[in-house]
């Protein structure tokens, strides 16, 4: 009953409703999207190398994987926190 008066209530307020009452308001965009310049601009950057230049490329990725300096990277410890069961456990939980 209580829900039916509540309902009644709000659709009364619909009902008698009066747009003229609302304030007129300015949207601003604050993210506009770029424009298809920019956009063709930034796929140009990201675009793959041509395949006459992957000898090139192959070669640059060597020399730098070759001087690579190791003492750089630190040591890390892991720790292994889900164990799986052995053969033998699993028998057991059947």
Known sequence: VAAEK???S????IESFNP???KHTETQEKNP???KEVKNNNNNK???PALKDLPKVAENLKSQLESFN?????NANTQEKIILPTAEGSLYIK
């Open 10 to 13: 709000l659709f009364e307020g």
């Open 33 to 35: 999207l770029p424009d």
């Open 20 to 22: 003229s009452k609302l």
């Open 46 to 48: 990201m675009a793959a």
């Open 6 to 8: 509540n309902q009644k």
């Open 70 to 74: 190791t003492d750089k990277l630190k």
